[in-house]
């Protein structure tokens, strides 16, 4: 299945087909008020985490270091994935962000998580369920398809 996760700015104006709308910044965007961003949520465990986002900032690692370390995070803790996994399910889920520059920002590497999880659980969907589901069949004998 095909999964359609875009990126926006906070500041872009709203659109219709923006879908689920999901801030996934750990600070809340300057000047902006909740209700003006029409918000599906404020997600804040699938953004880098404090420490890593403020070396970033100070310039204390490269952008490289950065983006390896947040996907480490990302790999530790996956069940943070699983709320924008089930909006991504649903249709369209934009990813929000104050960044300016939101190809250079974390959004990108949050998509390709999202989507990879995503994929994962789909090719786990195709697996028989469980053994017991084919104990009809003698060893060796392919499923029938009816």
Same mark, same amino acid.
């Given at each position: 299945m095909a999964y359609d996760i875009v990126f926006k700015r906070v500041y872009q104006p709203i659109a219709a087909e923006d879908g689920a709308r999901v801030l996934v910044d750990r600070l809340w965007p300057r000047g902006k008020r909740r209700e003006n961003l029409a918000l599906t949520d404020?997600?804040? #465990?699938?953004? /880098? =985490? /404090?420490a890593l986002r403020r070396q970033y900032h100070l310039g204390e690692i490269s952008?490289?270091? $950065? $983006?390896?370390?947040?996907?480490?995070?990302?790999?530790?803790? /996956?069940?943070?994935l699983i709320p924008l996994m089930r909006l991504a399910r649903q249709g369209r889920l934009t990813l929000l962000?104050?960044?300016? #520059?939101?190809?250079? =920002?974390? &959004? /990108?590497? &949050?998509?390709?998580?999202? &989507? *990879?999880? &995503?994929? *994962?659980? #789909?090719?786990a969907d195709r697996e028989p369920a469980s053994p017991p589901c084919f104990a009809h069949q003698r060893p060796g004998e392919e499923a029938s398809e009816t």
């Open positions: 404020w997600y804040r #465990d699938a953004s /880098p =985490s /404090p952008a490289e270091v $950065f $983006f390896t370390r947040y996907r480490g995070e990302l790999r530790e803790a /996956p069940e943070n962000s104050a960044a300016r #520059d939101l190809e250079g =920002s974390h &959004l /990108p590497v &949050l998509s390709e998580a999202i &989507l *990879q999880a &995503l994929y *994962q659980e #789909d090719a």
